[in-house]
């Protein structure tokens, strides 16, 4: 059974910064990427950033140059470090991770506030 553990989410102030994790287990598939969406109320979920096994990233416009996503991929954990966070920021983050041969998996989300 696939389990996906965040970790790290919490209140901030603005400008401040967070750091996200999320640890994949339990498949015996390959990972063929993992990333993070958010959603905050009232809004659709959007991707944040995303990293492929291959190494390529894919951020949403409106965290380049703040967040950076990394992995270990021997230890299928992905990281998010959130910089210089903005009220706008404020989310629940779930993490995703896409399994060659599977359906996609979603972490149970974790709660960043950041306040002005």
């Known amino acids: 059974q696939v389990q996906l553990v965040e970790s790290g989410g919490g209140l901030v102030q603005a400008g401040g910064s967070l750091r996200l994790s999320c640890a994949a287990s339990?498949?015996?598939?390959?990972?063929?990427?993992m990333g993070w969406y958010r959603q905050a109320p009232g809004k659709q979920r959007e991707l944040v950033a995303q990293r492929t096994t291959g190494g390529t990233t894919n951020y949403a416009d409106s965290v380049k140059g703040r967040f950076t996503i990394s992995r270990d991929n021997a230890k299928n954990t992905v990281y998010l470090q959130m910089n210089s966070l903005k009220p706008e920021d404020t989310a629940v983050y779930y993490c995703?991770?896409?399994?060659?041969?599977?359906?996609?998996?979603w972490g149970q989300g974790t709660q960043v506030t950041v306040s002005s």
């Open positions: 339990g498949s015996i598939f390959s990972i063929d990427a």
């Open positions: 995703n991770v896409i399994y060659y041969g599977l359906a996609p998996r």
